[in-house]
Structure formats: structure tokens, C-alpha cells
């Protein structure tokens, strides 16, 4: 009896619902290939393999390619845009979505919530991070804010240590019994560019789940999940 072939995966947290729920098993059923899965955002991906982490393949920010190419960690020949993620902003379940329709409203909502809830190491977080010093009330947010190493931040929304979650709207949709509130204003928006890429000596296996995530379905499980058409 032969063991099943595994796939090694790193890949960014806002594709984690449409993989998790519908594109990895799917795949596994049809494949008999396992994927083992590690989830962080694409800044915390990339010091993984800095220091010597080697997946097989990676999903990411699309910037962060090159710095991993150089390492060796990737095949940049490989490289495929899967999809673009917004920001946006979420509340609980049942409270009041505040007024996102200009700049000026998403500041009083920042600086109106009891805390807001972000991280600094993610590109939303990273983006958001800048963004309040640029309006002027990074001190205001952040005297309260609930400022997360990594994960969802939206599940400080059930727990009640925020009343206003910061993240990818595909993240902020990834976890049950949160409202979303709706993108930043354009204005202010930053859309990332996700893709994937595989590394030099990648199996027939991983090239084969690359594949797989580029076709058809796997762009509809990723609008789905919140996330925009490449």
C-alpha cells in the first residue's frame, strides 16, 4: 500500500474560505493527493520562508514574488493572479452599520467606536496602519484599538474586545455572526492582487493543484468568498 501523495501549501488568509470549504477537498476527492495548509498573511508567509521554510506552493500578495524568486523559493515563470481583494469594515451581528460612503463619514466612524480592530501584519493592516496617519486621527483610533498579531480580526467582534473590524472583506466574510459594513471609500481603498506560484522542484502534484486553482470553479469559490475577478 502506497502512502497519499501531499501537497505542502502556504498561502494567504483571504483565499482561506474558499480553499478550506470548497477547493481543497474538492481537490482531495479527485486527486486522492492531501494538501497540508498553513495560513498566515502573505508578510508572515514570506519570513517563514526566509527562514527556510520551502512549500511547495504559495499563494500571496503578488508584490511579494520577486523577494521569494530570489530566495529560490519560487519559480516565477509559474506565477498566476488568482484575484483582488478590498478592505473593508465590519461590525457584530445585529448592531448598525456605520455610514462608509465618504472619507470624512469613515473617519467619524473610526474615531466614533469604542475600539477598532486591526493588524499591523497583514497588507489591509499595513494599509490601514498608514491610512489613519494620513487623516490625521491615528492617535484617536489607536488609544483604543485592539491591534492583533495575526488571524481574523473580525472575531474580535464576538468576543467584544472591538465593535469595528479592519481586514480583506473576503477575511471579515470568513467569519460567521459578523455584519459587513461595507469597502473604504474608494478614495482611500487599497485592492491587493493575489497569486499563486510554484516552487522549482514542485511535484506533478502541487502543479497539478495549481491548475486546479486557476480554473473556472475555483474563480467562482473565490467571488464567493468575497474576493474580486483578477
Request: aromatic share 4%; charged share 15%; hydrophobic share 45%.
Amino acid at each position: 500500500m502506497t502512502d497519499r501523495p501531499t501537497v505542502s501549501l502556504f498561502s494567504a488568509l483571504s483565499v482561506r474560505t474558499a480553499l478550506d470549504d470548497v477547493l481543497l477537498p474538492s481537490f482531495t476527492r479527485h486527486s486522492g493527493a492531501d494538501v497540508e495548509t498553513t495560513y498566515d498573511p502573505t508578510t508572515v508567509l514570506v519570513q517563514r520562508i526566509t527562514d527556510g521554510a520551502r512549500p511547495e506552493l504559495v499563494i500571496a500578495i503578488t508584490e511579494a514574488f520577486p523577494a521569494l524568486a530570489e530566495l529560490g523559493a519560487v519559480d516565477l515563470a509559474t506565477r498566476t493572479t488568482l484575484a483582488r481583494s478590498g478592505i473593508g469594515l465590519a461590525v457584530p451581528a445585529g448592531a448598525d452599520a456605520p455610514d462608509l460612503s465618504t472619507v470624512d463619514s469613515l473617519c467619524t466612524a473610526l474615531t466614533s467606536a469604542r475600539s477598532v480592530a486591526y493588524s499591523r501584519t497583514g497588507a489591509s493592516g499595513i494599509h490601514f496602519a498608514a491610512l489613519i496617519e494620513k487623516l490625521g486621527i491615528a492617535g484617536q483610533v489607536n488609544a483604543r484599538a485592539t491591534v492583533l498579531p495575526k488571524g481574523f480580526t473580525a472575531e474580535a467582534l464576538l468576543d467584544g474586545r472591538a465593535d469595528l473590524a479592519v481586514q480583506q472583506l473576503s477575511e471579515l466574510a470568513a467569519v460567521p455572526g459578523v455584519r459587513i459594513a461595507g469597502p473604504l471609500p474608494d478614495p482611500v481603498q487599497q485592492h491587493s492582487e493575489l497569486s499563486l506560484a510554484l516552487a522549482p522542484d514542485a511535484s506533478t502534484t502541487a502543479a497539478a493543484l495549481a491548475l486546479f486553482l486557476t480554473r473556472p470553479r475555483a474563480v467562482t469559490a473565490f467571488t464567493a468568498a468575497g474576493l474580486l475577478p483578477a
